[in-house]
């Protein structure tokens, strides 16, 4: 079993910074890939970025090329997103995600591909 723990969602100014923070504890040898995904209303779960267990590759969605930056923490079970330049429409409930098999891209953007989640944490940006 592997728990994770979102944090680091807020209410910015379009523009504005936000970091995420996913703490991974319990079975985090298994993990091969920590994901974020996000979600807003009346949506589907999109994909955000992804980032490999040792930190080596890193994956973006085209909407989070060149304004986020997916990063393991010193801690190495801790996986950050920093969003910069946050715009409306990156509203959502974040999520962080791992997955145990070892999937490559573009594998590593579908949902059903992870196997634990977070709760999320919501991130409002006002225009």
């Known amino acids: 079993q592997v728990q994770l723990v979102e944090s680091g969602g807020g209410l910015v100014q379009a523009g504005g910074s936000l970091r995420l923070s996913c703490a991974a504890s319990g079975r985090t040898i298994s993990i091969y890939n920590m994901g974020w995904f996000r979600q807003a209303p009346g949506k589907e779960r999109e994909f955000v970025a992804a980032?490999?267990?040792?930190?080596?590759?890193?994956y973006y969605a085209d909407s989070a090329k060149g304004r986020f930056t997916i990063s393991r923490g010193n801690a190495k079970n801790t996986v950050f997103v920093q969003m910069n330049s946050l715009k409306p429409e990156d509203t959502a409930v974040y999520y962080c995600?791992?997955?145990?098999?070892?999937?490559?891209?573009?594998?590593?953007?579908?949902?059903?591909?992870?196997?634990?989640w977070g709760q999320g944490t919501q991130v409002t940006v006002s225009s």
């Open positions: 995600a791992a997955e145990l098999y070892g999937y490559t891209w573009p594998g590593l953007s579908r949902p059903n591909n992870y196997d634990y």
């Open positions: 980032i490999s267990w040792r930190g080596v590759n890193t």
